[in-house]
């Protein structure tokens, strides 16, 4: 399978293609810098440098030709104001769908939040809620799409402790979980078209990846 990640030198994204690369699979990691190469280099992934909030669809789309998925792993990261929350984590998912549907890939999975379904509470801090916003707007767009095959994540809190394997997939309810398992069901997901169509919560949990995945493909 090859697979494009957008937002290639994130934390999850990082520890996916880690993951891909391990099972076989073709990965390419879009990435804003040259200096960041190396390190999706030494995960096993294809650096693609692309600025996904100056890039055309065309630009885009040209790297995507002949992929089996799409990953939307991007954002705006800590540090960034209100701004780039819109232009990295709405407007940037918004336009590798259209690039997706523009190359012909159909499976196409997006990294979200918990929270990005509805508006943030009363005193939620404002950059903060323009994110879930923007998380959400994304989310819906890409929900509306008839030319792909979509699956929404939205985890919990992220940690940096290790992975456990363990987690719980569905509407879950808020709670934390590793960047090691949420980049574990990614790569599960990938492999499960069962899961299309459905936005799915993750939080750790007592179910191992492979089975939560399984049972969120029947449910």
């Known amino acids: 399978m090859r697979i494009v990640i957008a937002?290639?030198?994130?934390?999850?994204?990082?520890r996916l293609e880690r993951?891909?690369?391990?099972?076989?699979?073709?990965?390419?990691?879009?990435?804003?810098?040259?200096?960041q190469a190396g390190?999706?280099?030494?995960?096993?992934?294809?650096?693609?440098?692309?600025?996904?909030?100056?890039?055309?669809?065309?630009?885009?789309?040209?790297?995507?030709?002949g992929a089996d998925a799409a990953v939307f792993a991007a954002g705006a990261g800590p540090g960034s104001g209100t701004a780039r929350k819109d232009t990295v984590d709405r407007a940037a998912a918004v336009l590798f769908a259209d690039a997706a549907?523009?190359?012909?890939?159909?499976?196409?999975?997006?990294?979200?939040?918990m929270?990005?379904?509805?508006?943030?509470?009363?005193?939620t801090d404002p950059v903060f809620a323009t994110y879930l916003r923007a998380?959400?707007?994304?989310?819906?767009?890409?929900?509306?799409r008839a030319g792909l095959d979509w699956t929404v994540l939205r985890p919990g809190?992220?940690?940096?402790?290790?992975?456990?394997?363990?987690?719980?997939?569905g509407e879950t309810g808020y709670g934390e979980v590793t960047r090691d398992d949420v980049a574990a069901v990614l790569a599960a997901?990938?492999?499960?078209?069962?899961?299309?169509?459905?936005?799915?919560?993750?939080?750790g949990g007592t179910t191992p990846v492979g089975e939560a995945v399984r049972a969120a493909a029947e449910g």
């Open 115 to 123: 929270g990005a379904d509805r508006e943030p509470p009363a005193g």
């Open 135 to 144: 998380k959400g707007a994304a989310d819906a767009d890409v929900r509306s």
């Open 39 to 65: 390190d999706l280099l030494a995960a096993g992934a294809e650096p693609v440098v692309c600025d996904l909030e100056s890039a055309s669809v065309e630009d885009i789309a040209r790297h995507l030709e």
């Open 189 to 203: 997901l990938l492999e499960e078209p069962g899961t299309v169509g459905r936005t799915l919560e993750l939080i």
């Open 157 to 169: 809190r992220l940690t940096d402790e290790p992975g456990t394997g363990l987690v719980a997939l």
């Open 101 to 113: 549907e523009a190359a012909g890939v159909r499976r196409f999975v997006v990294v979200s939040a």
């Open 19 to 35: 993951l891909l690369a391990a099972r076989g699979d073709e990965v390419s990691g879009v990435i804003r810098r040259t200096e």
């Open 7 to 14: 937002g290639g030198h994130g934390q999850i994204a990082l």
